[in-house]
């Protein structure tokens, strides 16, 4: 079989352990025939990521904080000093206060709704930002969202929020890019046992009702939500832009 993105440049942010939704994405990437540039968040993932690099084509592994203006100026030099376009960037990371994740929405303060939409919304305007330069023959963006943008998911609450707006930047970010070639789009995953999802009270349950209700009657697996991400950024996507992907059992179809 060709390899779907053989010859591609591809920048993940997110990996922070081996059960992060970027790591499968990294794997599938690199399965596909993509070089990869990888970011960590701070000295306590770097030894994680790098561990986990090697297995993969990986061209180089850089820090990067999205809430630093620096971190994202370095990265665009990072790609401008790698000499060769890049085609994909994925942008599968957020962040809120964990009792923002456990008390009722109302009681969320202006602090803790500020920080997630910056860690979880802005944060991809800045990267898309940081990226495009690199995207010289066109690219493809891809984020990482959440039913729970749309509907009241229990406890998801300030994250919710965040990945409104966050959908909505997609559609504005895709409607400036488009013109330079550069694609970009939302996966909406089914919910999935990882570090941060962990912090959200009761998340059991939702993946007990997934598994009962969804079409699917099972829940998401992140090698589905890795392909669906070789999808988007492949030439096989090459007319989807500004794009919400859900590769959530089906989840998202039911009302009750
Ligand atoms: O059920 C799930 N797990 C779902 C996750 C369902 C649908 C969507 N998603 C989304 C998440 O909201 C997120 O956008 O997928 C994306 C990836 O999340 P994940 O793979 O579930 O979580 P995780 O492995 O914890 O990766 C998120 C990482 C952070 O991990 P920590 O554990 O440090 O919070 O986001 C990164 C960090 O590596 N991150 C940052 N990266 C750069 N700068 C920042 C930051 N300021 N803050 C967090």
Redesign the pocket.
Known sequence: MPQLLEGQLAVI?????K????YSIAQAFSREGATLLLTY?GEH?KEAVESLAGEMSVAKIVP????REDDLTALTETLRSLGRPLHAAVH????ANREDLTRPFVETGRGGFLLAQE??AYSLVAVARAVAPAMTAGGSIIT???GGSTRVVPNYNVMGVAKASLEASVRYLASDLGPAGIRVNALS????K????RAIKDFSTVLDAVAKRAPLRRNTDPGEVADAAVFLASGLGRGVTGNILFVDSGMQIMGL
């Open positions: 942010l997110g990996i922070a352990n059960w992060s939704i970027a968040l993932q990067c904080d999205v809430t599968s990371l957020a962040f860690v979880s990482l969202t959440y995953a089914g919910p999935i990882t570090a941060s999802a």
